[in-house]
């Protein structure tokens, strides 16, 4: 069963609520931005294991890593948006349909 966005927003928050009481202070968006960076980063690596680009095998599970490290990503973006006010599902939609529009324009 899965979540609509909203829920997966407030499933994110408290645990950024959480982290925030362990670490006595909330990110702001320079600790959000540096730590949306390095988990691109370790997304980044992910990609080069499952292309085969390094040299080495991994013995991670490749798939299950590729795919916590695009949800980490995810919820850093999450994270900026709530610390500058944006509704993130709205924005989503918006820049879809400005997408549709564009294509539309093409006849595409």
Do not use: C, P
């Amino acid at each position: 069963m899965g979540m609509t966005f909203s829920e997966m927003q407030k499933m994110y928050r408290n645990i950024v609520g959480r982290f925030n009481q362990i670490e006595q202070r909330d990110w702001q968006a320079a600790g959000a931005m540096i730590e949306l960076t390095k988990q691109v980063g370790e997304l980044a690596k992910q990609v080069m294991l499952k292309e085969q680009y390094y040299a080495f095998q991994s013995d991670e599970n490749v798939d299950e890593k590729l795919g916590n490290e695009m949800a980490d990503v995810i919820a850093q973006v999450m994270r900026l948006a709530d610390y500058y006010g944006i509704d993130l599902e709205a924005a989503f939609i918006e820049a879809r349909e400005d997408e549709d529009r564009y294509l539309k324009s093409r006849h595409v």
